[in-house]
T-cell receptor, first 118, second 116 residues
Framework: GAGVSQSPSNKVTEKGKDVELRCDPI?????LYWYRQSLGQGLEFLIY????????KSGLPSDRFSAERTGGSVSTLTIQRTQQEDSAVYLC????????????????FGPGTRLTVL | AQSVTQLGSHVSVSEGALVLLRCNYS??????LFWYVQYPNQGLQLLLK??????LVKGINGFEAEFKKSETSFHLTKPSAHMSDAAEYFC??????????????FGTGTRLTIIP
């Protein structure tokens, strides 16, 4: 079946502009994660969604970052007033809940969105 | 808090030689451990994972890893390197969790180069 998809694959923007990054998880996956991969910080967790529960936003680096997940499926990561240090690859991952309420522990990653802030 | 240390940001091995990528972790609770591979301009692909049970875990492409609790290690090995193994490898840890957040904490990665 289809994997996790992300759009756009590349985004170049000017400092101070807002950007939206989209993630389509694998159908039926209830858990969705955003990560950021940058030269300076490596791979780091940003935010986690699970069903209708309140998201874990503990990894968001500043209040310029926000994310939502509509209808328990598609997610959008928004960065307001972008800065050059926001330049990175933003990765989305999803995983599914097994019968009995356990997750598979396997997160499936999308190809990422490469964001360049000029 | 959890952390992962990967020793060696760059490793080079000859084609056909043993591949050994080192990973040590720190976790206050029983960990789940993972190795992911990333090819250029691609996302992360799971190689293998340890959750519970057998401590020697076999993954795709001939890779395996052994969970050693006493050494807090989860080193990745492959007996014979192939040119197609050239990529970046990430070790990761998450807390064992039912119903909850299994966010991954990654190491800084090891770039594997295969010498013909």
């Amino acid at each position: 079946g289809a994997g996790v998809s992300q759009s756009p694959s590349n985004k170049v923007t000017e400092k101070g502009k807002d950007v939206e990054l989209r993630c389509d998880p694998i159908s039926g996956h209830t858990a969705l994660y955003w990560y950021r991969q940058s030269l300076g910080q490596g791979l780091e967790f940003l935010i986690y969604f699970q069903g209708n529960s309140a998201p874990d936003k503990s990894g968001l680096p500043s209040d310029r970052f926000s994310a939502e997940r509509t209808g328990g499926s598609v997610s959008t990561l928004t960065i307001q007033r972008t800065q050059q240090e926001d330049s990175a690859v933003y990765l989305c991952a999803s995983s599914r809940l097994l019968a009995g309420g356990r997750f598979t522990n396997t997160q499936y990653f999308g190809p990422g969105t490469r964001l360049t802030v000029l | 808090a959890q952390s992962v240390t990967q020793l060696g940001s760059h490793v080079s091995v000859s084609e056909g030689a043993l591949v050994l990528l080192r990973c040590n972790y720190s976790s206050s609770v029983p960990p789940y451990l993972f190795w992911y591979v990333q090819y250029p301009n691609q996302g992360l692909q799971l190689l293998l994972k340890y959750t519970t049970g057998a401590t020697l875990v076999k993954g795709i492409n001939g890779f395996e890893a052994e969970f050693k609790k006493s050494e807090t290690s989860f080193h990745l090995t492959k007996p014979s390197a192939h040119m197609s193994d050239a990529a970046e490898y990430f070790c990761a840890v998450s807390e064992a969790s039912n119903f909850g957040n299994e966010k991954l904490t990654f190491g800084t990665g090891t770039r594997l180069t295969i010498i013909p």
